[in-house]
């Protein structure tokens, strides 16, 4: 089974070349006839049953410190060594961090994957963590372990928000990683600018400005008019419209862009042309520049995650230091992200896996703890309901702001229906391409040329 498992995977990856990770990279081929077959959960117990004893070293996969975090301040009996390395119990926990720059964690991981097979045991890969843009890449192949084949149950996950278990699942239905956090987004906007400019920084008043995108282009004019961006780039929105979509990228092998997409494009471009925006990329210094008050930046849109590790909050002279920042609905709803544990099949670190799946996703004291100590939503329905009721609990940064019931009503309301293989790849090569119009350097049927060109040549298998 071994065998045939590592030529499933070698198939596969003569198929799937060119994949797609946050902050860089391409996505996957994972349906139709090309998909890899899954390895049945009898087969997979077997293995399960032959590795009943811990093995001596954990290996985790991943492409920065959040989840190493995770696990350093609120898994018991975690204990650091160093930077990369710690203990639970006898077993050596050793951390491969690799960034996502250039799509570097996953060609890092699929080259590790696919020697799996062969590997010493202890140098087999037993967790590795990934994305929604790119999750079905892995979970729709054998590279994954059931969660179920863990000992894990649907009793144990009957808290959880539903679509951070459909983010995976498989095409067979069967359930392939889980995280412990949820990403409905917000709109995080500048209380002294608000107060400055719509003369109130209530999120319930400033909500009326922001309401659906006509309003929220039309107070954009009035920022300006005071001195105010209204985002620091186009791309602060992209997700926001592209998360409210009719249909899949790609339907019956073919790219297709979206209404609601090219509305982004087109009110994009007026806030451009206007001097509302900019079109600096996600990440840059020109876009974090709106965390400081010399940045002149009115809003952005995020998740939770993005206070914690995107707005400087920590860094003295921040908007977000001085708790600056307020969190309101906005135009849409949507969700940005989220980071899912998954089991590498192979693993000889069956019941360690599990505890650190059902401690960090479903045990609500440890979550309540994520959420008090890391501005973070956690993935239990129960646990954040009692907290958005909690008078006690409130967000620093947002100004003693307690955000989690707008968080828990978004959570509820999202839609996966829409959701494909091909998105982070298309995604990306999109803003790519329309940052050529947007500028001024192409027109908009060349930048959508450039588009489909750079997305087929991606994805070979697709046409336009």
């Not at 018991?76 to 690799?98: C, F, L, R």
């Not at 929604?132 to 372990?145: E, G, N, Q």
């Not at 471009?269 to 990329?281: E, I």
């Not at 999109?430 to 001024?440: I, L, P, R, T, V």
């Amino acid at each position: 089974m071994r065998k045939k498992l590592l030529s499933s995977l070698l198939a596969l990856t003569m198929v799937v070349t060119m994949f797609a990770g946050c902050g860089g990279g391409s996505g996957t081929q994972t349906s139709g006839d090309s998909q890899a077959p899954s390895t049945t959960s009898a087969e997979k117990q077997e293995e399960v049953a032959a590795t009943a004893e811990e093995g001596k070293v954990l290996n985790i996969y991943c492409w920065n410190e959040e989840f190493k975090s995770r696990v350093t301040a609120h898994y018991p009996g975690y204990s650091e060594v160093d930077a990369t390395h710690g203990k639970i119990g006898d077993i050596d926990v050793v951390w491969n961090i690799t960034p996502n720059k250039d799509n570097a964690y996953q060609n890092n991981l699929d080259e590790t994957l696919l020697k799996q097979d062969s590997a010493a045991a202890d140098d087999k890969i037993d967790i590795f963590l990934v994305e929604a843009d790119y999750a079905l890449k892995y979970v729709d192949t054998p590279y994954t372990m059931a969660v179920s084949d863990l000992g894990i149950t649907d009793a144990d996950l009957a808290n959880q928000f539903q679509y951070t278990k459909d983010v995976v699942t498989d095409s067979n239905g069967v359930l392939k990683g889980l995280s412990w956090q949820g990403c409905p987004g917000a709109l995080f906007y500048n209380r002294e600018v608000a107060k400055e400019v719509l003369g109130t920084d209530d999120p319930a008043e400033v909500q009326k400005y922001l309401s659906d995108w006509d309003t929220f282009n039309k107070t954009a004019e009035t920022m300006k008019a005071a001195g105010y961006y209204m985002t620091a780039t186009v791309n602060d929105t992209y997700r926001t419209y592209s998360n409210n979509v009719s249909s899949k990228w790609v339907v019956d092998g073919k790219v297709v862009i979206d209404d609601n997409i090219m509305k982004w494009v087109e009110d994009s471009k007026k806030l451009v042309d206007g001097k509302m925006t900019g079109t600096a990329d996600l990440w840059s210094d020109d876009w974090s520049a709106g965390f400081y008050p010399d940045g002149k930046v009115f809003c952005y849109f995020g998740p939770a995650w993005f206070i914690n590790f995107s707005m400087a909050a920590d860094v003295e002279g921040s908007i977000g230091y001085n708790g600056g920042w307020a969190a309101t609905e906005g135009p849409q709803g949507f969700f940005w992200g989220g980071t899912w544990i998954c089991a590498a099949t192979g693993t000889d670190n069956v019941e360690t896996i599990k505890d650190i799946m059902l401690k960090l996703t479903t045990d609500e004291s440890i979550m309540k703890e994520i959420v008090v100590q890391d501005d973070d939503f956690v993935n239990n329905k129960p646990a954040m309901e009692a907290m958005a009721a909690d008078t006690s609990y409130s967000s620093k940064v947002l100004g003693g702001q307690n955000p989690l019931a707008m968080y828990c009503a978004g959570a509820g309301k999202i839609d996966l229906s829409n959701l494909s293989a091909y998105d982070q790849g298309c995604n990306e090569e999109f803003q790519k391409a329309m940052k050529n119009y947007f500028e001024g350097n192409a027109t908009l049927d060349e930048a959508l040329d450039i588009f489909y060109k750079a997305v087929t040549e991606k994805y070979p298998d697709l046409s336009y």
